[in-house]
């Protein structure tokens, strides 16, 4: 903000302008009044995005945590999270698939306790479907030679997945929200 | 007081249940339910389970997070039980106490002192055995509690008809513990009931009313139950009354400490061998993880039995999955070898088990069976001890004295696998071709049901055949029980004086029956504590009340004493004559009784259980 001058020149038009006009001049309002829109829609689209699992009114520092909680759970039951941080590249196949399946089997038991999965659209891959019209853009993507009037026929090639229902144990109120696994220390 | 639930408990030794049906209704109004009983799978999630896993954790300041053990009716519990328990015990075993029942039956230690976890370090706080089936029993009220009695007194658990079930192995002395544990949870009553007879109930409610097309008079039934870490047998016969069929529990075996756990083990053993032979290193905790995979994939081998060999795989530890991944594979061969021979093999009905180890206690905690093989404890049981029951003429024998059983019906997680049942059945078949008797067919295979639930239903069953709603099984003492009289003989330093045998308790005795000693008074004296030392016999079945042995030595052992002291009401030291009376309550409790010589006074003996040293 500029100098004494400026100011008091802009208190007095400020002023009188409200006094006379219930307004205050534009200059000044351009140049003094925050845009209202910009922080909070920072703040909701941060809270959309990582918040797919839940409703959009939550502070976002939970919905960090609740996505911490699944990689936890998927971790503890299954230890996706060593497999995905491990350097495979320098495994046989077979060593690698062996304890994949182990992986697989817990970490579809934890999908199948805490997070619910459907198919978008239910029908068998590579067979004909017809997009409706008025779809949701969000959970049918189209591709290939997308023209034409809704309702189309296509080739399903991929049902989509989401998620019907989240039951997630509570997390506890103290520290530790923002482990993953805990560091383990055997004692002999 | 009328209750409106009939509640059967079974506190099994590795997973407990509870079902109840209600009390009022006729037989087809009034299914009998499990419940399901919440408890922390995981720090901060408690999920709802058929099986309530009977094991106990004692968390110190670091084992979880504050807060994360909260249940619904307790933010803080001091202890934690069942699944979270068990998990978390595999971790740090230090902490766990696992297979707390076998501990009551188990004389060489004080049941009543504070000595589990057994050898663990100083700073853990150490609870009884009897408190740990207490605090199972006071977790199943609470879970009951808080249901749909929050706030009406007359549906609490404690005002319901409560049967608990106990081993039959299980003599007076752990029956008793078991009443306290009960008592100490705030059951004001409970029934106990022996397990293979409620796995036999468990089977009479399955049929409904056809039970009697299925046996007939003069057929033996054969129960056997090899559950998680034990394995008991019992005999059960049918014969008439008033022209209706009924039946009798006539034979009992001993408590093997022997179970599924035990088979488990040997396999993970097997395949660790395997493992280091090819050059791989395995530590304890990569044994428990074998002992886990084995018992998961042999069900998955037992049943079906195309496949020949299934996957075993150990992630690393740490964060190199992959790298540390060990791979091997469990085979048919290892199942037939080592669970089928090793736990089930043919043997002649006249094999005996190998005679327990009498080592120091002490360094062996629980006195787990000397011989694994299950059909060796098969066929002593069918042969000695059956052998001199009272019922003699009932059961069925072939001419060696074997009891050669027409039915049986099996119990307990280890039988679910056809494999091992099967094997069973052509090792007894075997035996009573050798006595001249047809071998068992399908048709004389009793179906358990839902293997897992059998025994807390069969108890449920019963408290309504206890009212009249359903078929009985009469029972009665389990056992033969003495008091022990000294001979009077000169005191000869260094020697004991021998002691005297006196039936008090014939076994098979009637539960809602009475005995009088006949003959024999005792001198009490007013105001002293009198001691009456106390034996038991599962062996010899056929002594009458007041019937007095000399020699006894190896068929009978003692038990803790009996002990009464006289109130004084101003006639301390005098002396007053009295004679025993016994009785079996309708709670299946026994209980032994001084009365005076005009039967106008009477007192109570109780049990004095003790710790017992090395016999």
């Known amino acids: 903000m500029n100098g004494f001058w400026e100011r008091l020149a802009f208190a007095f038009r400020s002023f009188f302008s409200i006094l006379f006009h219930a307004d205050i001049p534009l200059d000044i309002a351009h140049k003094l009044v925050k845009p209202a829109g910009a922080a909070p829609q920072a703040v909701t689209v941060a809270a959309t995005s990582s918040s797919r699992l839940k409703e959009v009114e939550r502070p976002p520092s939970e919905a960090v945590e609740r996505a911490v909680q699944m990689l936890a759970l998927l971790q503890r039951d299954g230890r996706l999270v060593d497999f995905l941080a491990e350097n495979i590249s320098t495994y046989p196949d077979a060593q690698i698939g062996a304890a994949v399946r182990t992986i697989h089997d817990n970490c579809r038991d934890v999908l199948d306790r805490y997070v619910k999965l459907e198919p978008i659209l239910n029908s068998e891959e590579d067979q004909p479907v017809t997009v409706p019209a008025g779809f949701e853009v969000a959970a049918i993507k189209l591709i290939g030679n997308v023209a034409g009037e809704l309702p189309v026929r296509g080739v399903l090639r991929h049902k989509g997945w989401r998620v019907k229902e989240v039951n997630l144990p509570p997390f506890p109120q103290g520290a530790g929200r923002m482990v993953v696994a805990p560091a383990e220390v055997e004692l002999l | ?615």
């Open chain 2, 1 to 615: 007081m009328a209750a409106k639930y009939i509640v059967g408990i079974d506190l099994g030794t590795t997973n407990s249940a509870l079902a109840h049906c209600n009390a009022s209704a006729t037989g087809e109004e009034s299914p009998i339910k499990i419940r399901s009983i919440p408890q922390l799978v995981n720090p901060n999630e408690v999920a709802e389970l058929t099986l309530l896993p009977s094991f106990l954790y004692i968390p110190g300041e670091f084992d979880f997070p504050k807060g994360s053990l909260a249940l619904p009716w307790e933010p803080e519990p001091k202890f934690v039980i069942g699944e979270l328990a068990r998990k978390r015990g595999a971790e740090s075993p230090n902490r766990l106490i696992a297979s707390a029942k076998s501990w009551l039956s188990y004389a060489g230690v004080d049941r009543t002192a504070p000595i589990l976890p057994w050898q663990a370090s100083e700073e853990v706080p150490k609870v009884s055995p009897v408190e740990v089936s207490s605090r199972f029993l006071q977790y199943l009220r609470t879970v009951w509690d808080s249901g749909e009695a929050v706030g009406k007194r007359e549906l609490a658990l404690a005002e319901q008809d409560v049967l608990l079930t106990v081993p039959a192995s299980f003599d007076e002395e752990a029956r008793e513990l078991t009443r306290r544990a009960a008592e100490q949870a705030g059951y004001p009553h409970v029934t106990l009931l022996e397990e293979p007879l409620a796995a036999f109930y468990a089977w009479l409610e399955s049929q409904g009313d056809t039970w009697r097309r299925r046996i007939k008079v003069g057929d033996l039934v054969l129960v056997c139950d090899v559950g998680g870490g034990t394995t008991d047998l019992s005999l059960i016969v049918v014969s008439e009354e008033n022209g209706d069929l009924s039946l009798k529990r006539v034979a009992v075996g001993d408590h093997i400490l022997l179970g599924g756990d035990n088979m488990d083990l040997a396999l993970a053993r097997v395949l660790q061998q395997r493992l280091e032979a090819l050059g791989n290193r395995i530590d304890t905790w990569q044994l428990h993880g074998l002992w886990h995979e084995c018992r998961i994939e042999k069900e998955k081998l037992f049943e079906s039995r195309k496949m020949q060999k299934r996957p075993i795989t150990l992630l690393g530890k740490g964060t190199k999955l992959i790298g540390g991944t060990i791979k091997t594979e469990l085979l048919r061969e290892d199942l037939d070898q080592v669970l089928v021979e090793g736990f089930f093999p043919h043997v002649t009905s006249g094999e005996l088990p190998a005679r327990q180890r009498r080592v120091g206690f002490q360094e062996l905690g629980l006195p787990y069976a000397a011989d694994p093989a299950i059909t060796k404890h098969l066929a002593r049981f069918l042969s000695e001890q059956v052998r001199n029951s009272p019922e003699a003429a009932e059961i069925r024998r072939g001419p060696s004295g074997l009891a050669c059983p027409t039915h049986i019906l099996f119990n307990g997680g280890v039988m679910k696998a056809a494999v091992l049942r099967d094997r069973v059945v052509e090792v007894l078949n075997s035996w009573l071709r050798k006595e001249g008797f047809d071998a068992l067919g399908a048709e004389h295979i009793l179906e358990a049901p839902d293997l897992e639930h059998a025994v807390a239903r069969g108890a449920a069953y019963y408290g309504k055949a206890r009212r009249g709603r359903g078929v009985r099984i009469r029972s009665g003492a389990s056992r033969t029980y003495y008091i022990g009289i000294e001979s009077a003989m000169p005191a000869v330093p260094g020697m004991e004086a021998p002691l005297k045998a006196l039936c008090v308790v014939p076994f098979g005795m009637e539960e809602g029956t009475e005995a009088t000693i006949p003959g024999r008074e005792f001198g009490l004296v007013v105001g002293e504590p009198a001691e009456f030392r106390f034996l038991s016999s599962s062996v010899r079945k056929q002594d009458q009340v007041g019937s007095l042995l000399e020699d006894w030595r190896t068929d009978i052992e003692e038990l803790s004493p009996l002990e009464v002291t006289l109130k004084p009401d101003g006639q301390r030291g005098a002396i007053v004559p009295v004679r025993l009376e016994t009785r079996v309550t309708e709670l299946g409790t026994l209980e032994v009784w001084c009365v005076s010589r005009d039967g106008t006074q009477r007192w109570k003996l109780e049990l004095n259980i003790r710790e017992k040293t090395a016999r």
